[in-house]
């Protein structure tokens, strides 16, 4: 069974940093991907970035790109979400998932993690 859970979520001033963690467990093969999604309140659930592993892919919502960067760490199973350039319009919570593909070619996500929120202040 796949497992994700994220942390490295917090406050930080708009201009400010912060990087997310996705610790993964249960693949059985090294092939797989990991997406960054987030939701603020009253919106609607957006992708935010990809990686795939199988390939070494990364992908971005045109909202983030140049300003965030998601990588992975297989001997770790790890990937990570560093965000820079924050803007408050970033403040939400942001789950990792699986990725059904394996390549970020899909739009089938699975074994959600929980959250962790992000709030950027002006």
């Known amino acids: 069974e796949v497992q994700l859970v994220e942390s490295g979520g917090g406050l930080v001033q708009a201009g400010g940093s912060l990087r997310l963690s996705c610790a993964h467990s249960g693949f059985s093969f090294d092939e797989y991907a990991i997406g960054w999604f987030r939701q603020a309140p009253g919106k609607e659930r957006e992708w935010v970035s990809c990686?795939?592993?199988?390939?070494?892919?990364?992908y971005y919502a045109d909202s983030v790109k140049g300003r965030f960067t998601i990588s992975g760490d297989n001997a770790k199973n790890m990937v990570y979400l560093q965000m820079n350039s924050l803007k408050p319009e970033d403040t939400a919570v942001y789950s990792c998932a699986a990725e059904g593909s394996g390549f970020c070619y899909g739009d089938y996500y699975y074994s959600w993690g929980q959250g962790t929120q992000v709030t950027v202040s002006s």
């Open positions: 990686f795939s592993n199988s390939d070494r892919g990364t």
